[in-house]
Nanobody, 128 residues
């Protein structure tokens, strides 16, 4: 069973920082693509960042320059550091990882595909 376990998040004020972590250590393979997406209450899923196994990371324009993703291949974990948070960043944040047999390119658009493994989600709330 391939489980993604998120941790971190919480409540912060505008301009503050938060970190969300994703533990994929239970996977029996190293996902070629991992990333993060979010869903504000009542709104659509939004892909935020994807990390390809070779280390390249791509960000959505809405978070570029504010969010940073790092991956520890030895531990199979993915961390997203979020700085200069805004109220519109309030959402449930999800970690995603490609299945063993990847059919979709690793992009912020595809990371929200249900063909990826998803975590259970973790809340980040930004208040003014």
């Amino acid at each position: 069973r391939q489980d993604l376990v998120e941790s971190g998040g919480g409540s912060v004020q505008t301009g503050g920082s938060a970190t969300v972590s994703c533990d994929a250590s239970g996977f029996d393979y190293w996902p070629s693509c991992m990333g993060w997406f979010r869903q504000p209450a009542g709104k659509r899923l939004e892909g935020l960042a994807v990390n390809i196994r070779n280390g390249d990371t791509t960000y959505a324009e809405s978070v570029k320059g504010r969010f940073t993703v790092s991956r520890d291949p030895a531990k199979n974990t993915l961390v997203m550091q979020m700085n200069n948070l805004k109220t519109e960043d309030t959402a449930t944040y999800y970690c995603a990882a490609a299945q063993r047999t990847v059919n979709l390119p690793c992009t912020v658009e595809n990371i929200i595909s249900p063909t990826f493994h998803w975590g259970q989600g973790i809340q980040v709330t930004v208040s003014s």
